[in-house]
């Protein structure tokens, strides 16, 4: 897989996963901001809520060290911008973010473009669609979600597809399936715990 391509699929496809413990995570909490952890490999990530969209602060290890990263998604189901040691990646939407009615729209898409670093790289076309209603079960804990199917095509790259579920009560995605081409899971995303505010 091309440096280009690895770099695109972590600035769409980081999504988050709530597990519980005890008490079920609310929306309320969620606007403090919750810090998610899988063990291993480890990856720690904060999302807190800005306006429609989040930010993100997280540390995965790598190559047996930690790296830190940090993002900002303009919809929990849209990322913007990614910051990482290998540099600034950005996606450019033509057209307005409206997400918060795709189970009565169906679909959404916008012409996008990647800059890399401040630089126009390529462009293409990012497709959201509503696949249905459903439920995530994380721990003890069940929640109401939209099935999302999110697809980035660009010039000359193989697309970047990804299956989410997506908490509309939360603003978060609960799950994510990164997909091949052919519509076959190649990884999914879950987290092992989660603390309300920022911690460790």
């Known amino acids: ?17 709530v597990p519980a413990f005890g008490d079920c995570l609310t929306a309320k909490q969620t606007n403090q901001g919750v810090l998610l952890t899988r063990e291993t490999p480890f990856y720690s990530v904060f999302y807190k809520p800005e306006g429609v969209g989040l930010t993100e602060q997280r ?8 790296q830190p990263v940090s993002a900002v998604y303009l ?9 990482s040691a290998s540099g600034t990646h950005e996606l450019k939407y033509a057209n307005a973010i409206a997400l918060d009615d795709l189970p009565q729209k169906k679909n959404w898409q916008s012409a996008t473009t990647l800059f890399i670093n401040g630089k126009k790289s390529v ?15 994380i721990a003890s804990c069940s929640y109401k979600v939209w099935a999302i199917n999110s697809r980035l095509k660009l010039t000359k790259l193989p697309p970047i ?3 989410h579920y997506y908490s509309p009560e939360l603003h978060l995605v609960l799950r994510s ?3 091949s ?3 076959r899971p190649l990884s999914e995303v879950r987290f ?9």
């Open 161 to 163: 597809i990804f299956e």
């Open 1 to 17: 897989m091309s440096i280009l391509l690895r770099s695109l699929s972590l600035l769409v496809g980081i999504t988050l996963a």
């Open 59 to 66: 540390l995965m290890e790598r190559d047996g060290s930690l």
């Open 177 to 179: 399936v990164r997909l």
């Open 192 to 200: 092992d715990r989660f603390q309300v505010g920022w911690g460790n």
């Open 123 to 137: 462009s293409g076309t990012t497709f959201i669609r509503f696949d249905g209603l459903g439920e995530e079960t």
């Open 75 to 83: 919809h929990p189901l849209l990322v913007e911008k990614r910051v």
């Open 181 to 183: 081409p052919s519509n």
